[in-house]
């Protein structure tokens, strides 16, 4: 069996954050809020471009790779809550709205991961071994943190 390359997977979710960040910019401008539609926009494109960049580059490095992780999470959260916010506003007959604004929701819990980046900045490995219980805590609080926003 062949294994996807490296560049092709970063491409995919470049391209999935992109397209997600042009739905929430759509539903946004649809709901009649501006804000809502581009507020997280230049970030995440720049999160994600970023991530492409260094996971294309250099596939070992874990540091494009959350980048992306962090950049598509955001993204879905952001078209999510503008879903459920156009449904509100403007069109109350769409389906699903619960379930994505609570897939929303999860997604936007996704926010510590961007500590691990720092944590193994700038070659991708911690700084020593002393490191190890700090980036368990974090995976293990981001872990809990995803488990409460799904309840």
């Known amino acids: 069996m062949r294994s996807v390359p490296a560049k092709s997977l970063a491409a995919a979710l470049l391209a999935l ?8 910019a759509g539903l946004g401008i ?7 539609a581009l507020q997280f926009v230049p970030v995440l494109l720049a999160f994600a471009v970023v991530g ?3 996971a ?23 078209a999510t809550k503008n879903y459920a916010s156009y449904h509100t506003r403007a069109n109350p007959h769409l389906p699903a709205a619960a ?6 929701g999860i997604a936007g819990s996704l926010f510590y991961v961007f500590a691990l980046v720092l944590l193994v900045f700038p070659d991708g490995s911690l700084p020593s071994r002393r490191w190890r219980p ?13 488990v409460i926003s799904a309840l």
Not at 30 to 36: D, K, M, P, R, T
Not at 99 to 104: A, K, M, P, Q
Not at 134 to 146: H, N
């Open 134 to 146: 700090l980036a368990g805590l974090i995976i293990v609080g981001e872990s809990v943190l995803v």
């Open 52 to 54: 492409w960049f260094v």
């Open 17 to 24: 954050t992109v397209a997600a960040l042009a739905a929430g």
């Open 99 to 104: 379930w994505l604004d609570w897939i929303g």
């Open 30 to 36: 649809a709901s009649h809020s501006l804000a809502a």
């Open 56 to 78: 294309g580059h250099r596939p070992r490095n874990p540091i494009g790779w959350l980048f992306m992780a962090e950049a598509l999470a955001f993204s879905v959260a952001v």
